[in-house]
């Protein structure tokens, strides 16, 4: 089991916005960090350090961090949009922590 | 950019070995931890471990006893060993180019697609 905790899937009408959480103890003092796979591709890093995105990416696509949950959110959902996404963070003892992933489906 | 290599079938007990290769940044430059990840079927993702150009390691505590992760800076190329493996090490590979600080944690700005790895006889 993982130390994070992720909705198993998500589902989201295009143009809405959807909202994927992210909990577990090392958050309440460790940042939040996402990442977006699409199928058979690499996963992308879309948000890190809680709030912070990448080059590149979409301002559609931001995040936040209340006491030990992680929150992304996904404005005005596209097709392009769908895939699974994963929020990680390190633990107590410094060690890489990942959630089990959130399918996100925009239909 | 990252490629994961390697064997697709490895036998129980035997020992899996992956290569990734890396272009467009040496594995030398200082600051980037060099890390395999995984994801079993039907679960998350899994750190495994990564190096630094120095050869300083950090593996995950379950698999410490049975993981190796190296380095080649002539061939700009990291690497993963993993022995005595089971049906649980079946597994999507990825290599993986990190980041980490004392002060923001760790993140992973560059993967590979990933290399499937299953044990079986």
């Known amino acids: 089991s993982s130390e994070l905790t992720q909705p198993p899937s998500v589902s989201v009408s295009p143009g809405q916005t959807a909202r994927i959480t992210c909990s577990g103890p090392p958050l309440s003092n460790q940042f939040t960090f996402w990442y977006h796979r699409k199928s058979g591709q690499a996963p992308l890093l879309v948000i890190y350090?809680?709030?912070e995105r990448p080059s590149g990416i979409s301002q559609r696509f931001s995040g936040s961090r209340s006491g030990a949950t992680g929150t992304l959110t996904i404005s005005a959902a596209l097709a392009e949009d769908e895939g699974d996404y994963f929020c990680q963070s390190v633990d107590s003892s410094d060690m890489v922590v990942f959630g089990g992933g959130t399918k996100l489906t925009v239909l | 950019q990252l490629q994961e290599s390697g064997p697709g079938l490895v036998q129980p007990s035997q020992t899996l070995s992956l290569f990734c290769d890396v272009s467009?940044?040496?594995?030398?430059?200082?600051?980037?931890?060099w890390t395999w990840i995984r994801q079993s079927p039907g679960k998350g993702l899994e750190w495994i471990g990564y190096?630094?150009?120095?050869?300083?390691?950090h593996y995950t505590p379950s698999l410490r006893s049975r993981v190796t992760i190296s380095i080649d800076k002539s061939q700009n190329q990291f690497s993963l060993e993993l022995n005595s493996v089971t049906a649980a090490d079946t597994a999507v590979y990825y290599c993986?180019?990190?980041?980490?600080?004392?002060?923001?944690?760790?993140?992973?700005?560059?993967w590979g697609q990933g290399t499937l790895v299953t044990v079986s006889s």
């Open positions: 190096i630094y150009h120095s050869g300083s390691t």
């Open positions: 993986a180019r990190g980041e980490t600080s004392r002060s923001s944690g760790a993140l992973f700005d560059l």
């Open positions: 350090k809680d709030t």
């Open positions: 467009g940044v040496s594995v030398s430059t200082g600051g980037y931890a």
